[in-house]
């Protein structure tokens, strides 16, 4: 398979209404995206396919009301950087500023439970920012 080999930066924008049921094909196409257009390492590849997952899943079950979308973009500048944004409306039904969240992830790492720990156990760990 031939990878991007233009050198300028790519960048794809998803709006998606804000329904669980959209992720698999949000999964399905993240990966598809990353092994066609970046050089990252194949581990690589699945745990941003997971932090694309996790965020989408985030910002649908938290950050929008179910008749709301979401907005995915991915930025690939080659051989600098890859950027990963999810945007939500904020119409969920617990509204928490940035410094609250921030604050709720670092809380969460040592959470014990099944959920709530995506943001602190997926996302952090394998990204430069959140």
């Known amino acids: ?22 992720l698999s094909s949000i999964r399905l196409f993240t990966l598809n995206f990353i092994k066609n257009m970046t050089d ?11 932090i694309v997952d996790e965020l989408c899943t985030n910002a649908i079950e938290h950050g929008s009301a179910s008749d709301e ?3 995915l973009t991915l930025l690939y500048a080659p051989k600098k950087s890859f950027e990963v944004t999810v945007e939500d409306t904020g119409t969920g039904k617990i509204h928490k500023k940035a ?11 040592t959470a014990n439970g099944l959920r709530g720990r995506g943001l602190s156990k997926i996302v952090q760990p394998w990204t430069d920012e959140i």
């Open 1 to 22: 398979m031939m990878k991007y080999q233009n050198k300028k930066p790519v960048k794809i924008s998803i709006t998606l209404p804000a329904n669980a049921k959209f």
């Open 40 to 50: 990252l390492e194949e581990k690589w590849t699945y745990r941003f396919q997971s």
């Open 69 to 71: 979308e979401i907005i």
């Open 99 to 109: 410094a609250e969240l921030q604050k709720l992830v670092q809380n969460k790492k």
